[in-house]
């Protein structure tokens, strides 16, 4: 029988395991695993799909911010099922028993990187290029969002970044030709 639940400290071999099998190993090169270094998981939102006491589907949420202001949000993924198990509704089922805790636990604003725009569309992910937010380092027709509650992504824009990084402060135009004046 399958079950779905939190996320607990004993399943995280389980959940790399399982990870490395749907993704290889090369998934920690790619651009989101470097919004999630250093940076914990939101764990009320992490749950795991288990068959028994096996770990068979994950899906994990990550702090980020979006824009200038600093906008809080998370970042989904990844979402991965078992081989065996593809094909009987496991991520939908994740998905949808992740986005109630989503929004029971109060986050506005969700981003995804994916190709599956036809899955994630299924749970209202939609483009992110035309509301202005992007993500460095990947490819913007990659990039998808949701807001979870009306108007949440009014006024939002700009570049998804890892949370707790800040943008740089603009040096004044005196500043910086103080600076070459002096090389």
């Known amino acids: ?5 939190q996320e607990q400290a004993q399943d995280a071999d389980a959940i790399e395991h399982l990870l490395d099998r749907v993704f290889g190993q090369a998934r920690c090169q790619k651009t989101s ?6 940076v914990a998981p939101v764990t009320p939102l992490c ?15 990550w702090p980020v911010e979006i824009g ?25 089922d994740l ?18 990187v994916s190709d599956l725009a036809e899955f994630y569309g299924k749970f209202n992910f939609t483009a992110a290029a035309p509301t202005g937010i992007t993500m460095p ?4 027709d ?6 979870m509650v009306p108007n949440a992504l009014a ?5 998804v970044r890892p949370f707790g990084a800040r943008f740089p402060k603009a040096r004044s135009v005196k500043n910086r030709s103080a600076k070459w004046k002096a090389a």
């Open 95 to 112: 998905m949808d028993v992740t986005l109630a805790a989503c929004a029971a636990h109060g986050h506005n604003i969700i981003v995804l």
């Open 155 to 159: 006024g939002v824009e700009g570049p």
């Open 142 to 147: 990659r990039i998808y969002i949701r807001g």
């Open 47 to 61: 749950y795991v799909a288990k068959d028994g006491d096996t770990v068979i589907g994950t899906l994990r949420y």
């Open 33 to 38: 695993y470097r919004f999630r270094d250093r």
């Open 68 to 92: 200038p202001k600093g906008t809080p949000a998370l970042l989904l993924g990844p979402l991965a099922v078992d081989e065996t198990y593809r094909g009987l509704g496991l991520g939908a």
């Open 137 to 140: 380092g990947e490819k913007t």
């Open 1 to 5: 029988m399958v079950t779905f639940t």
